[in-house]
T-cell receptor, first 115, second 117 residues
Framework: SQQGEEDPQALSIQEGENATMNCSYKTSINNLQWYRQNSGRGLVHLILIRSNEREKHSGRLRVTLDTSKKSSSLLITASRAADTASYFC???????????????FGQGTILTVHP | DAGVIQSPRHEVTEMGQEVTLRCKPISGHNSLFWYRQTMMRGLELLIYFNNNVPIDDSGMPEDRFSAKMPNASFSTLKIQPSEPRDSAVYFCASSRGMGGQGDEKLFFGSGTQLSVL
């Protein structure tokens, strides 16, 4: 299976509620990133957390990383209809001792926020 | 900043035809990536360039696929001959570079929706 697998595959909530998405990965990483994709558009970077960090905040976003469990979570607080999109985690790892910017993406979580 | 620019936005072609997708990365970025997105396989990295040099092309599915980056401001992905199973959205992305840690965030273009009939 792919490095970076999101859970759940789809999430439907009401505006104002919090949305939590999870990501699991298999190999050691340099960092983990979350991206958002609106329908028919390219991906947009949201937040990056390094392997030596445990939690990071950006506006209404909160990301946690647990390297012992090889997992991360993305929390969107006080969701809005405009948050409706697909959310992907992506991992950057050292492959074969070479450090470079290769990102491996998961399958994504489709978030629907109802007004 | 105009962002990563891809063309065409949509491409419809017949099986066997040559397809060329184009990408202009963000000025000053020295890493460029080509990804393919399908419902079945998600986002797949096809090839990655750093300073115009191909670093990793292990994701290129077959010899029918080729990519070039003749200079820092332009890259092409060519499929010849095209097949219906090549139908997908092809994204180009760029980043400032490896930075020694491989942790630079990617900036994506809007993609090319390719349909091979």
């Amino acid at each position: 299976s792919q490095q970076g697998e999101e859970d759940p595959q789809a999430l439907s909530i009401q505006e104002g509620e919090n949305a939590t998405m999870n990501c699991s990965y298999k190999t050691s990483i340099n960092n983990l990133q979350w991206y958002r994709q609106n329908s028919g558009r390219g991906l947009v970077h949201l937040i990056l957390i390094r392997s030596n960090e445990r939690e990071k905040h950006s506006g209404r976003l909160r990301v946690t990383l647990d390297t012992s469990k090889k997992s991360s979570s993305l929390l969107i607080t006080a969701s809005r209809a405009a948050d409706t999109a697909s959310y992907f985690c992506a991992t950057s790892s050292n492959a074969g001792g070479t450090s470079y910017g290769k990102l491996t993406f998961g399958q994504g979580t489709i978030l629907t926020v109802h007004p | 900043d105009a962002g990563v620019i891809q063309s065409p936005r949509h491409e419809v072609t017949e099986m066997g035809q040559e397809v060329t997708l184009r990408c202009k990365p963000i000025s000053g970025h020295n890493s460029l990536f080509w990804y393919r997105q399908t419902m079945m396989r998600g986002l797949e990295l096809l090839i990655y360039f750093n300073n115009n040099v191909p670093i990793d092309d292990s994701g290129m599915p077959e010899d029918r696929f080729s990519a070039k980056m003749p200079n820092a401001s332009f890259s092409t992905l060519k499929i010849q001959p095209s097949e219906p199973r090549d139908s997908a959205v092809y994204f180009c992305a760029s980043s400032r570079g490896m930075g020694g840690q491989g942790d630079e965030k990617l900036f994506f273009g809007s993609g090319t929706q390719l349909s091979v009939l």
